[in-house]
């Protein structure tokens, strides 16, 4: 049964389209986020949220929308993609918001926008 | 702002000899220090943490770290590799709020026979 799992796992699709990525934990965490690794496999944080509410948001385009339901799940959407949006999308859980919370991650959400 | 550097993008062992991968860290409070490994298509595994305390930690797999605070580094090590350890390597740094990790932009050890 897997921990934190993200759908779909790979996504093709051309400049302009919108897309979502979902998310969804079943350890019982209470804070989610995505973090993006780009070709170089760089890993870069974009959104954290806390019980449902957004905590971290670095600087992304504000065509990406992170959505929160529930504490279980974390979806991402993207507008008008563009081809510097291809990389694979990770989502993550964790206990606690504060820095002692190990991070689950998903296996990933390979984006490739041709 | 935090930063992590892992100076070394490959490393190439053969199975059976040692590891060390090195992380260097520039934060200006106490830092809260992560490795994490990644398999090819899979998401990062957390291998080790160091938080406060005994600044040579254990963690799975075998590997172990050690903090050294006047070097500002990290550096993860294994004393003998098996090929199921070829393997992408992150260590990150994490901040007081909001368990932002920031990561270092990995090394890759290859594994040779």
């Known amino acids: 049964d897997t921990a934190v799992s993200q759908t779909p796992k790979y996504l093709v699709t051309q400049m302009g389209n919108d897309k979502s990525i979902k998310c969804e934990q079943n350890l019982g965490h209470d804070t989610m986020y995505w973090y993006k690794q780009d070709s170089k496999k760089f890993l870069k944080i974009m959104f954290s949220?806390?019980?449902?509410?957004?905590?971290i948001n670095e600087t992304v385009p504000n065509r990406f929308s992170p959505k929160s339901p529930d504490k279980a799940h974390l979806n991402l959407h993207i507008n008008s993609l563009e081809l510097g949006d291809s990389a694979v999308y990770f989502c993550?859980?964790?206990?606690?918001?504060?820095?002692?919370?190990?991070?689950?991650f998903g296996e990933g959400s390979r984006l490739t926008v041709l | 702002a935090q930063s992590v550097t892992q100076p070394d993008i490959h490393i190439t062992v053969s199975e059976g000899a040692s590891l060390e991968l090195r992380c260097n860290y520039s934060?200006?409070?106490?830092?809260?220090l992560f490795w994490y490994v990644q398999s090819p298509g899979q998401g990062l595994q957390l291998l080790l943490k160091y938080f406060s305390g005994d600044t040579l930690v254990q963690g799975i797999k075998g590997f172990e770290a050690e903090f050294k605070r006047s070097q500002s580094s990290f550096n993860l090590r294994k004393p003998s590799v098996h090929w199921s350890d070829a393997a992408e390597y992150f260590c990150?740094?994490?901040?007081?709020?909001?368990?932002?990790?920031?990561f270092g932009g990995g090394t890759r050890v290859l594994v040779k026979p």
């Open positions: 993550a859980s964790s206990r606690t918001e504060g820095p002692a919370g190990e991070l689950f």
């Open positions: 934060y200006g409070a106490t830092p809260y």
């Open positions: 949220y806390n019980n449902k509410e957004l905590i």
């Open positions: 990150a740094v994490g901040v007081a709020a909001g368990n932002k990790l920031t």
